[in-house]
């Protein structure tokens, strides 16, 4: 299983992009997914995750300006970040809970995209 994100770049503070990750391989079946963000030397933190019943759960930093959402039949996530901050630049990872058959479960990750706000 391979996870493909994509969506990054640069930007000026309030401005928005939006963040996709297509997961492909041997999929049976995907729980959670969700996006990540990782400053060099810290750990990394959640931004946003969404379950397969699409529930939600967002990091007090960026609720009410990013939005996750997903389409199982692209087994894909999206995140749309609005009203952009400097301080949300870094690098964002996604994750995908996937089934590769219905006993097993293992997360996967893709390979992180850039995302610079310029005040």
């Known amino acids: 299983v391979q996870l493909q994100a994509s969506g990054g770049g640069l930007v000026q503070a309030g401005g928005s992009l939006r963040l996709s990750c297509a997961a492909s391989?041997?999929?049976?079946?995907?729980?959670?997914m969700a996006w990540y963000r990782q400053d060099p030397g810290k750990q990394r933190e959640l931004v946003a995750s969404?379950?397969?019943?699409?529930?939600?759960n967002y990091a007090d930093s960026v609720k009410g300006r990013f939005t996750i959402s997903r389409d199982n039949t692209k087994n894909t996530v999206y995140l749309q970040m609005n009203s952009l901050k400097p301080e949300d630049t870094t690098i964002y990872y996604c994750?995908?809970?996937?089934?590769?058959?219905?006993?097993?479960?293992?997360?996967?990750w893709g390979q992180g995209t850039q995302v610079t706000v310029s005040s």
């Open positions: 994750a995908a809970d996937v089934r590769e058959e219905p006993t097993t479960l293992w997360r996967y």
């Open positions: 391989g041997r999929i049976f079946s995907i729980d959670d």
């Open positions: 969404i379950a397969s019943d699409r529930s939600t």
